[in-house]
Nanobody, 127 residues
Framework: QVQLVESGGRLVKPGDSLRLSCAAS????????MAWFRQAPGKEREFVAH????????YYADSVKGRFTIDRDNAKNTAYLQMNSLKPEDTAVYHC????????????????????WGQGTQVTVSS
């Protein structure tokens, strides 16, 4: 069993930056594929970013590419999402997710492939 706890969400202004954290426990973190998804009110949950065990492979949604960066610190059992140049349309609850294995790109973007989920952290971008 894996427990995931997100933190770092808050109200920010357009153009601001924010760094989300996802602390994991309960299983060897360096064998977990990690990802971030988000869900805005009235919308389906959507893929944001993915990172493999070692951090050598990352994937991003087109809507965040070039603005967001996913990384991880296996020594701290924590994954991060650095968000720059935030826009109002980035407003959502951000969830981290984990899969005990490796995922190829075609399925890494699918929320149904992830076994474990955090409760989410609210990010609001508004002037």
């Amino acid at each position: 069993q894996v427990q995931l706890v997100e933190s770092g969400g808050r109200l920010v202004k357009p153009g601001d930056s924010l760094r989300l954290s996802c602390a994991a426990s309960g299983r060897s973190f360096d064998r977990l594929t990690m990802a971030w998804f988000r869900q805005a009110p009235g919308k389906e949950r959507e893929f944001v970013a993915h990172i493999n065990w070692s951090g050598s492979t990352t994937y991003y949604a087109d809507s965040v590419k070039g603005r967001f960066t996913i990384d991880r610190d296996n020594a701290k059992n924590t994954a991060y999402l650095q968000m720059n140049s935030l826009k109002p349309e980035d407003t959502a609850v951000y969830h981290c997710a984990a899969f005990a294995g490796l995922l190829i790109e075609e399925v890494a973007r699918m929320s149904t492939k992830y076994n474990y989920w955090g409760q989410g952290t609210q990010v609001t971008v508004s002037s």
